[in-house]
């Protein structure tokens, strides 16, 4: 008789998803031979790249868990190539002129090329990583539970103080109304040399207070077992409705979808994939993706662009493990941008001091840079296009760099993995920190090393700081 959780593991679905998706490469591959096509090339790549990271790790990783960080890796993949190259091969309008940059589809297949080898050199490196940190000391007073009336009164008083720094940051971007819902919000900083633009990183991180104590809070209870009271949804309600406020007004939809899908990560590390709960979790991420892009294509007029649609939004928004962004920076670099040498990789030292004290600070990231000088563009200033893990490795040390860049970050994932895993049956916080941190790791696909950084360092200790307290007064 088969047993369907073996079945259902991941390293076996990983083996099904390769063996059906490596004929249908091939097929995309000989269809663009015979009919001279390119489109079909590229779709071919696309297919492939999900086809090796999925066959490498399904024959190879046979304790894979649900909760790993190549999973998200793989979503990412899926959306930046694999979508990416069928939007670019058959997608059509503006926003598919855009993203060809004045470029043909023989200069993406040049760069999925480069993907598909950034894909090999990750893999390769997460499987072989056996490596982990003391993540104990961090994390081990979180074992034991807390009393119900500390974490109401500590959720009550993080709600207020996160509400009131939406508000203040809503205020300061220029309030509430259909078109600022519609746009990212950034706070405009005079210099000497112009208008400069900051991105409210204080108001931000003081917003998102509630999101590591929601975490902690979900996993504590799914680990006693009990049925939630009405303090306890009350709770929950709280902390959510505080933690979506400020991405949902700034229009960040991926800050939205990764707080609902940090709420199912925590469930599937203490209780498994269970359906009844993955479920209403996908159906929700979904629903606010949705109105949120419906908002943004309001504001910019670009229905027709896909952006109302969120599959085709993702598909077209060449973000991800992206194609279109390494393609650019392989095929432009270092002739319309100098090598950086290293020097992308420190500028999370300066992250902080605010930019109202020093509006000429050098930028965490290289987005803006990247498309002032590689892509043509008239889109408002304050915009970048990242480079991601592959195209920053590409910017500072060439070839080379994309690679080292590739293995460094496969052993990354792996060792933050190996560190938390044998903790989770145990202790509630190890479950929130490893979910705390994770997105933040996996957003290197589609952002910069300093950028991942300061992330960490926010994430990790706003859970320090919202969590020791409630354990403190525990031990009292």
Request: charged residues 15%; aromatic residues 12%.
């Amino acid at each position: 008789m088969i047993d369907a959780r073996e079945l259902l593991a991941p390293n076996n679905i990983y083996k099904f998803v390769a063996v059906v998706t490596l004929p249908l490469a091939v097929g995309l591959a000989v269809c663009g031979w015979l009919l001279m096509d390119n489109r079909f090339h590229l779709v071919a790549i696309g297919v492939f790249a999900p086809c090796v990271f999925c066959g490498l790790l399904g024959v190879i990783h046979k304790q894979m868990h649900w909760a790993e960080p190549v999973h998200l890796i793989l979503l990412y993949m899926i959306v930046g190539t694999t979508g990416a190259s069928v939007f670019l091969s058959f997608g059509e309008g503006a926003r598919r002129e855009f993203l060809l940059s004045g470029e043909v589809l023989s200069f993406f297949i040049r760069g999925a090329i480069w993907v598909l080898l950034g894909v090999v050199a990750f893999v390769i490196a997460y499987l072989a990583t056996r490596m982990r940190a003391p993540v104990v000391r961090l994390v081990g007073y979180g074992k034991g539970s807390y009393r119900p009336a500390s974490m109401f009164i500590l959720a009550l008083c993080l709600a207020t103080a996160s509400l009131l720094a939406t508000v203040k940051f809503v205020q300061m971007t220029g309030g509430i109304s259909v078109d600022q819902l519609s746009q990212k919000r950034w706070q405009e900083v005079q210099g000497e040399s112009g208008t400069v633009y900051g991105g409210g990183g204080y108001y931000r991180a003081l917003a998102g207070l509630p999101v590591p104590l929601l975490l902690l809070h979900v996993a504590s209870l799914l680990h006693t077992r009990r049925r939630p009271s009405l303090v306890d949804i009350s709770v929950l309600v709280l902390l959510f409705g505080s933690a979506i406020a400020m991405p949902f007004l700034s229009n960040s939809r991926s800050g939205v979808v990764f707080i609902v899908l940090e709420v199912a990560v925590v469930v599937v590390i203490v209780r498994g994939l269970n359906p009844r709960v993955i479920m209403p979790c996908a159906l929700v991420m979904l629903f606010l993706f949705g109105v949120m892009s419906y908002y943004r294509s309001l504001r910019n007029n670009r229905i027709e662009r896909g952006d109302s649609n969120p599959i085709m939004s993702l598909a077209s928004s060449g973000n991800g493990l992206s194609v279109v962004g390494t393609s650019i920076i392989t095929g432009r670099v270092p002739e319309q941008m100098e090598y950086k040498w290293g020097f992308s990789y420190l500028t999370w030292v300066t992250t902080p001091i605010p930019r109202s004290y020093w509006p000429e600070k050098p930028n965490v990231g290289l987005g803006r840079e990247i498309k002032a000088k590689l892509v043509a563009s008239d889109a408002r200033e304050q915009s970048g296009r990242p480079p991601g893990f592959l195209g920053e490795g590409y910017i500072n040390f060439g070839p080379i760099g994309l690679v080292f860049a590739a293995v460094g970050f496969g052993f990354l994932a792996r060792m933050l993995w190996n560190s938390f895993q044998s903790e989770f049956s145990t202790n509630p916080l190890a479950v929130a920190m490893y979910v705390v941190l994770m997105p933040p790791l996996c957003q290197f696909v589609n952002s910069g090393f300093s950028e991942m950084v300061v992330r960490l360092l926010t994430e990790g200790a706003s859970l320090w700081i919202v969590t020791f307290p409630l354990f403190l007064s525990r031990s009292r």
